[in-house]
């Protein structure tokens, strides 16, 4: 099945306009059957447990890989297309009443520290039956629409690395996605109808915009900064498959995403689900966000483009960020009125209370519902 994919020249990095509404591909691969196995109580336990270690183990090298439960070695598979997904910059105006566009709970370093992971879950999910991706307005009505369309997305904060070569007004970010849904291209029309987990990094308002790529090696460049002089340049990382179909929304509670950052290494995406664990990398010196990450964003959104992720009446999601700093003390829940989010991506649930907590994995937590 196609779908009409219209992407503006100097509009690419804001819109990413992905037409049309989408039918839900069946399921039919082996692992989205073996993921839905009845488990007894023991080896849930021991799944769980699993899950939490490999957001901490490491892959080898650079590339794509898979793990099974309960091996906790990571083994190469093949590496995806880079998907032309593409997220929405934020463009908060002040009166938003739901999550995202700039308004969503931001986890805070402590003073002097760097993050190094993060990692969203979701604890406790109650009354999710569906989900819609819909196009927002202010962001051209984009996004890749239709029902179980939507990203996790852990992302950074913006920040004036070495890789922005000394432009005072660039600003390195990046975004660990796992979508639903993607492109196959930028300039195709089809959707590859998988859901896939990879990174996206920019480095926007790059140098002085002279009508030709400015870019550095490895990024794409989307013209002309709607804020400044420069260019703001993207690229995604080759996706890792997770799921052969779109994964339901229904199964948000057994999701687990996590993004890390090492100076002169590797950063990567990981996701579990199930008995399964994925992950893509990419070298952390496109960005060189690890030498300024000090703020972390995990939710649940719409599905590229500045799009919302809508869900039914009942709605109530936990959301759990998990950071790591080096240190054993409580992050910091920023407040969504300070507008430190940085996705333009967003959805239809309202905000409650956050706390933060110290410890071995220090984390936020808060809950959204509609």
């Not at 975004?175 to 195709?188: A, C, E, G, H």
């Not at 939710?299 to 809508?310: E, I, M, P, Q, Y």
Request: some cysteine; charged content about 15%.
């Amino acid at each position: 099945m196609q779908f009409d994919v219209r992407f503006g020249t100097r509009n690419l990095l804001r819109m990413g306009v992905i037409a049309g509404v989408l039918t839900v591909v069946p399921v039919t691969s082996a692992f989205a059957q073996a993921s839905h196995e009845p488990i007894d109580a023991a080896d849930a336990k021991a799944r769980a447990s699993w899950r939490e270690a490999m957001h901490q183990i490491s892959a080898p090298e650079g590339g794509c890989f898979h793990a099974s439960y309960p091996n906790t070695q990571w083994e190469r598979v093949a590496c995806a297309p880079a998907p032309g997904y593409r997220s929405a910059i934020k463009r908060p105006k002040g009166d938003e009443q739901t999550v995202g566009n700039g308004y969503d709970y931001v986890a805070q370093a402590p003073a002097g520290r760097l993050f190094t992971q993060a990692t969203g879950s979701f604890p406790t999910v109650t009354g999710v039956k569906t989900e819609k991706s819909v196009g927002v307005a202010a962001f051209g009505g984009g996004g890749i629409l239709g029902s179980n369309e939507y990203t996790l997305q852990v992302n950074t904060n913006f920040y004036n690395s070495a890789a922005c070569a000394g432009y005072s007004g660039c600003l390195a970010w990046q975004q660990y996605v796992m979508s639903t849904n993607t492109p196959v291209s930028l300039t195709s029309n089809k959707l590859t109808g998988k859901t896939e987990v990879f990174i996206e990094y920019w480095l926007i308002n790059y140098g002085v915009d002279n009508g030709k790529n400015i870019c550095p090696a490895g990024f794409i460049d989307g013209g002309a900064d709607s804020q400044g002089p420069g260019d703001d340049c993207v690229q995604n990382t080759p996706a890792v498959v997770v799921y052969n179909g779109q994964l339901p929304i229904t199964d948000l509670a057994g999701l687990q995403l996590s993004g890390t950052a090492a100076a002169g290494g590797t950063d990567k995406a990981i996701v579990t689900y199930g008995g399964d664990a994925y992950t893509a990398t990419v070298k952390d010196s496109y960005t060189d966000i690890a030498s300024g990450w000090t703020q972390a964003e995990f939710n649940v959104l719409g599905n590229a483009g500045g799009s919302r992720a809508d869900f039914n009446s009942g709605s109530t999601v936990k959301v759990k960020v998990a950071v790591t700093d080096g240190s054993t003390s409580a992050p910091t829940c920023v407040s969504p009125s300070n507008y430190d989010g940085t996705t333009g991506e967003t959805n239809n649930l309202t905000l409650k209370t956050c706390t933060a907590t110290s410890g071995t994995t220090p984390y936020i937590s808060f809950t959204e519902s509609n």
